[in-house]
């Protein structure tokens, strides 16, 4: 029998500490914030999370990840990149641009992405009301990690300085994300 994980607080948000199933509001959870990047509810307990909280368990979902990304006007959810692992998103609320392969499509509620393995791609918030993505990706590792400098994501910001298989690279430039509280967008 699976048991349930247990919630405590980590900064401003609850997330497991340990193991197991749990159901959380995504209100209650654990929210992170980037000026560049926008909000993104990440649901588990990582060490980007709970930087503050040394003595908590980081746990992470070891298969299938789940996060709720939040897109201002004109600001990227991250940098245009590919990976080796499928991703999915679904847009929730307001719009966005999906920059893939080099092409530009509008996405607006209800719109799905399936992002094979090898899928340049990024999503830009386009809309005046807080864009909401649900996304979903495989935890396998990130073989396959690239991100390239493509003229489509460089126009919009949302390009590495150069091209890198590392993320750690792609981003340095950027600074890192900060536990925040729920941003009452929901």
């Not at 939040?70 to 719009?95: D, I, M, N, S, T």
Request: with cysteine.
């Amino acid at each position: 029998m699976t048991e349930e994980a247990r919630l405590e607080l980590v900064t401003d948000g609850v997330a497991p500490v340990t193991e197991g199933w749990f159901v959380v509001n995504a209100a209650d959870a654990q929210w992170i914030r980037h000026p560049h990047f926008g909000w993104q509810c990440v649901f588990e307990a990582s060490g980007a999370v709970t930087r503050r909280r040394e003595d908590l368990e980081h746990v992470t979902f070891p298969q299938l990840g789940f996060n709720l990304v939040v897109l201002e006007r004109g600001k990227p959810k991250g940098l245009y990149h590919r990976e080796g692992q499928q991703e999915a998103f679904l847009v929730l609320r307001g719009e966005c641009l999906l920059l893939v392969e080099g092409q530009e499509r509008q996405l607006r509620r209800w719109d799905f992405f399936h992002s094979p393995p090898g899928t340049e791609h990024v999503f830009i918030g386009t809309s005046d009301e807080s864009c909401i993505l649900l996304c979903a990706g495989a935890r396998l590792g990130y073989p396959g990690l690239f991100y390239p400098r493509a003229e489509v994501a460089v126009r919009h910001g949302a390009a590495a300085d150069e091209e890198t298989s590392s993320g750690a690279e792609a981003y340095a430039p950027h600074g890192h994300w900060r536990p925040a509280p729920y941003p009452g967008l929901l």
